[in-house]
């Protein structure tokens, strides 16, 4: 017995449970699959299944649009309807066209008609969900790559997902975020107050539009409590909730330093929480991160161990095995807290060797540690008693946010403006904050788009 599979749409009165309407969107053969890709739908004909399924239920929704005409809003006359409108709507897999009913006034000496779109009733012919998906390929990918994967996403190129409005969207929505992120968190946004924080400021540099520069720096931060560190297994371990934030702003830190504050308040910072710092010792982080000071207990500034092994590493690939215990022997003394120690050791060291460029490093090593020695901790007894004085748990947040998306071509060039609203997306996509408060900003940008960010 042979047999076909069809696909229905049905309009069903509710009370009387009465098929109003039946419509059959498609039949499909029932055949004996040869190979695999004969199980199913194919990709484009599932796009092309829900495209009209999408057409079944928006001409049902389109004559309920209900624009809230009694009279006419000229003159105060009567009304009545006048044929349709025809309008754009585009889903996040297709496009379409909505037919809204038209209304003209009843007075022949006022003439007033109503021309509604989908734009002038719901503020956009976007769905939000539609723009979401935009801005985040945005954020992850240049305008020009997140265009080509919606259209294989889609299977079809549509106007609607073009670079130019994949960048708008995304400056968009960055604006927005930056706009939020100035502001002080509300009590119902922030966590419970926190007996202690970790703050780690680090940057990235962006290559610029800019003939007489090569690149701008951003700087990124990550916000989380000591107890929201999870152990995956022996060697790895996981931030499992944190506050991202970020700023490519030339303002004298003055953003950075808002964000940092902001995303310790939405951690729960206090003015009794003891706060533990940690940087890598550029003298813009620090800065940032002593604004902090102020609104906690304690401020405890570490130059983070994950950056000193570095340099470290970088002195040793460059100097002979020769002078490989001495190298060890200063950071075995400064691991253990002798900061005083090492330095001299480092000094002894550069001056035993005749190499002027194996010289420099080991100068560069010995003055980085010198500019740095309010930072230096004892490391190993923070180590033995479980204590923070490393962001290797989070550095490769600094990737994630900064390094990946704005250095994934060396032909890539930013503005600062339109860097930093990428960079926060990025920051709430890593922090998991968007996917909480996409929708709201999302929808605002499409309804109510800012000057600044179609500038950027």
């Given at each position: 017995?042979?047999?076909?599979?069809?696909?229905?749409?049905?309009?069903?009165?509710?009370?009387?449970?009465?098929?109003?309407?039946?419509?059959?969107?498609?039949?499909?053969?029932?055949?004996?699959?040869?190979?695999?890709?004969?199980l199913g739908l194919r990709h484009e004909e599932q796009i092309s299944l829900l495209s009209k399924i999408q057409n079944a239920l928006l001409a049902e929704?389109?004559?309920?649009?209900?624009?809230?005409?009694?009279?006419?809003?000229?003159?105060?006359?009567?009304?009545?309807?006048?044929?349709?409108?025809?309008?754009?709507?585009?889903?996040?897999?297709?496009?379409?066209?909505?037919?809204?009913?038209?209304?003209?006034?009843?007075?022949?000496?006022?003439?007033?008609?109503?021309?509604?779109?989908?734009?002038?009733?719901?503020?956009?012919?976007?769905?939000?969900?539609?723009?979401?998906?935009?801005?985040?390929?945005?954020?992850?990918?240049?305008?020009?790559?997140?265009?080509?994967?919606?259209?294989?996403?889609?299977?079809?190129?549509?106007?609607?997902?073009?670079?130019?409005?994949?960048?708008?969207?995304?400056?968009?929505v960055g604006t927005l975020v930056d706009q939020d992120n100035h502001q002080l968190p509300t009590t119902q946004e922030c966590a419970p107050p926190a007996?202690?924080?970790?703050?780690?400021?680090?940057?990235?540099?962006?290559?610029?539009?800019?003939?007489?520069?090569?690149?701008?720096?951003?700087?990124?931060?990550?916000?989380?409590?000591?107890?929201?560190?999870?152990?995956?297994?022996?060697?790895?371990?996981?931030?499992?909730?944190?506050?991202?934030?970020?700023?490519?702003?030339?303002?004298?830190?003055?953003?950075?330093?808002?964000?940092?504050?902001?995303?310790?308040?939405?951690?729960?910072?206090?003015?009794?929480?003891?706060?533990?710092?940690l940087a890598d010792g550029a003298s813009n982080c620090w800065s940032v991160l002593l604004a902090l000071e102020p609104e906690c207990h304690t401020l405890?500034?570490?130059?983070?161990?994950?950056?000193?092994?570095?340099?470290?590493?970088?002195?040793?690939?460059?100097?002979?095995?020769?002078?490989?215990?001495?190298?060890?022997?200063?950071?075995?003394?400064?691991?253990?807290?002798?900061?005083?120690?090492?330095?001299?050791?480092?000094?002894?060291?550069?001056?035993?060797?005749?190499?002027?460029?194996?010289?420099?490093?080991?100068?560069?090593?010995?003055?980085?540690?010198?500019?740095?020695?309010?930072?230096?901790?004892?490391?190993?007894?923070?180590?033995?008693?479980?204590?923070?004085?490393?962001?290797?748990?989070?550095?490769?947040?600094?990737?994630?946010?900064?390094?990946?998306?704005?250095?994934?071509?060396?032909?890539?060039?930013?503005?600062?403006?339109?860097?930093?609203?990428?960079?926060?997306?990025?920051?709430?996509?890593?922090?998991?904050?968007?996917?909480?408060?996409?929708?709201?900003?999302?929808?605002?940008?499409?309804?109510?788009?800012?000057?600044?960010?179609?500038?950027?």
């Open positions: 017995m042979d047999y076909e599979f069809r696909v229905v749409v049905e309009k069903v009165s509710i009370s009387s449970q009465e098929i109003v309407k039946r419509d059959t969107l498609k039949i499909y053969d029932i055949n004996q699959p040869k190979s695999i890709l004969g929704q389109s004559v309920l649009i209900d624009l809230d005409y009694d009279v006419c809003p000229n003159c105060g006359e009567k009304i009545k309807k006048n044929g349709f409108m025809n309008s754009q709507f585009h889903a996040v897999f297709s496009d379409h066209k909505l037919r809204i009913q038209k209304h003209r006034c009843k007075n022949p000496n006022c003439n007033w008609q109503s021309t509604p779109t989908t734009t002038t009733v719901f503020g956009t012919d976007i769905h939000p969900d539609l723009a979401k998906l935009q801005c985040e390929q945005g954020a992850l990918f240049s305008y020009r790559e997140a265009q080509t994967n919606l259209e294989k996403l889609n299977t079809t190129q549509r106007s609607i997902n073009n670079h130019t409005r994949i960048k708008d969207i995304t400056n968009q007996a202690a924080l970790i703050a780690q400021v680090d940057g990235g540099h962006i290559p610029i539009k800019d003939k007489d520069k090569r690149s701008f720096e951003a700087l990124s931060g990550i916000l989380y409590r000591p107890e929201n560190i999870q152990q995956v297994d022996k060697h790895h371990r996981q931030i499992v909730d944190k506050t991202c934030v970020v700023s490519a702003m030339d303002d004298d830190l003055a953003t950075m330093k808002r964000f940092v504050l902001n995303g310790a308040f939405r951690q729960g910072m206090t003015r009794k929480t003891w706060v533990t710092a405890e500034c570490i130059l983070d161990w994950f950056h000193i092994a570095k340099k470290f590493q970088n002195v040793r690939n460059i100097l002979a095995d020769t002078f490989e215990k001495s190298l060890d022997s200063a950071k075995w003394k400064l691991w253990h807290g002798k900061a005083e120690e090492a330095l001299s050791k480092l000094k002894l060291l550069q001056d035993n060797i005749t190499d002027e460029k194996k010289k420099s490093k080991v100068q560069g090593l010995h003055d980085y540690l010198k500019r740095n020695l309010p930072y230096l901790v004892n490391y190993d007894e923070r180590d033995k008693s479980g204590k923070t004085y490393t962001s290797q748990v989070a550095e490769s947040h600094i990737d994630s946010i900064i390094n990946t998306r704005h250095k994934r071509k060396r032909k890539m060039q930013w503005t600062r403006l339109g860097a930093h609203n990428v960079l926060q997306i990025r920051a709430k996509m890593v922090g998991k904050e968007w996917s909480e408060s996409w929708q709201e900003t999302v929808l605002n940008a499409l309804i109510n788009p800012t000057e600044d960010s179609i500038a950027a």
